[in-house]
């Protein structure tokens, strides 16, 4: 892993450490995220391998990741103090954000130090057929993170009744 890298996940897990503490959704909060991964995947995310069951790792690790962003977003508070809303992360939610993080991390540190045999073997034995439909399944899998936990923290700001910006959404201060 490179510096980015680290630096990246740091960041991401930071967004949701600092929602401990609480803090208004904007634009930007809601967006950032999002961008920061996708500029990620724009980095790393050549091809999407859809040969042997590169597809079938891919989308285990979309639907995981999925399923921990839509859980870290379900289990953050969100509340609307007068036209604005207020996101508060617990301990849970924090948990799931660093576990799908610390899970790719891990991957990679793995294999970096000792581990590609073995990812090798489980590959040619499972017919995955490169490290490409690796990054890419992880890759994957990230987006759907935090686009999932992102989408919840919207629904959950507009069903507060706090009021969401122009541009084809209502207006808001939620987003200001």
């Given at each position: 892993?490179?510096?980015?890298?680290?630096?990246?996940?740091?960041?991401?897990?930071?967004?949701?450490?600092?929602?401990?503490?609480?803090?208004?959704?904007?634009?930007?909060r809601?967006?950032?995220?999002?961008?920061?991964t996708?500029?990620?995947?724009?980095?790393?995310?050549?091809?999407?391998?859809?040969?042997?069951?590169?597809?079938?790792v891919?989308?285990?690790?979309?639907?995981?990741?999925?399923?921990?962003?839509?859980?870290?977003?379900?289990?953050?508070?969100?509340?609307r103090v007068?036209?604005?809303?207020?996101?508060?992360?617990?301990?849970t939610?924090?948990?799931?954000?660093?576990?799908?993080?610390?899970a790719?991390?891990?991957?990679?540190?793995?294999?970096?130090n000792?581990?590609?045999?073995?990812?090798?073997?489980?590959?040619?034995?499972?017919?995955?057929t490169?490290g490409?439909?690796?990054?890419?399944?992880?890759i994957?899998?990230?987006l759907?993170?935090?686009?999932?936990?992102?989408g919840?923290?919207?629904?959950?700001?507009?069903?507060?009744?706090?009021?969401?910006?122009?541009?084809?959404?209502?207006?808001?201060?939620?987003?200001?």
């Amino acid at each position: 892993m490179t510096i980015t890298d680290y630096l990246m996940n740091i960041a991401l897990v930071a967004l949701v450490v600092l929602q401990i503490r609480g803090h208004k959704i904007t634009v930007v909060r809601l967006v950032v995220p999002i961008a920061m991964t996708v500029w990620a995947a724009s980095q790393f995310l050549a091809t999407i391998p859809t040969a042997g069951n590169d597809l079938v790792v891919e989308t285990a690790l979309l639907v995981a990741g999925s399923v921990l962003g839509l859980l870290a977003g379900f289990v953050t508070s969100v509340c609307r103090v007068g036209q604005t809303a207020f996101a508060k992360a617990g301990a849970t939610a924090a948990v799931l954000w660093v576990l799908g993080i610390g899970a790719r991390m891990a991957f990679s540190l793995w294999v970096s130090n000792g581990g590609r045999p073995t990812v090798e073997r489980f590959s040619a034995l499972h017919h995955i057929t490169s490290g490409e439909a690796w990054v890419a399944a992880f890759i994957l899998m990230a987006l759907a993170e935090v686009a999932s936990r992102t989408g919840v923290m919207y629904l959950k700001a507009v069903r507060s009744g706090a009021v969401i910006p122009r541009g084809g959404l209502r207006q808001s201060s939620v987003l200001a």
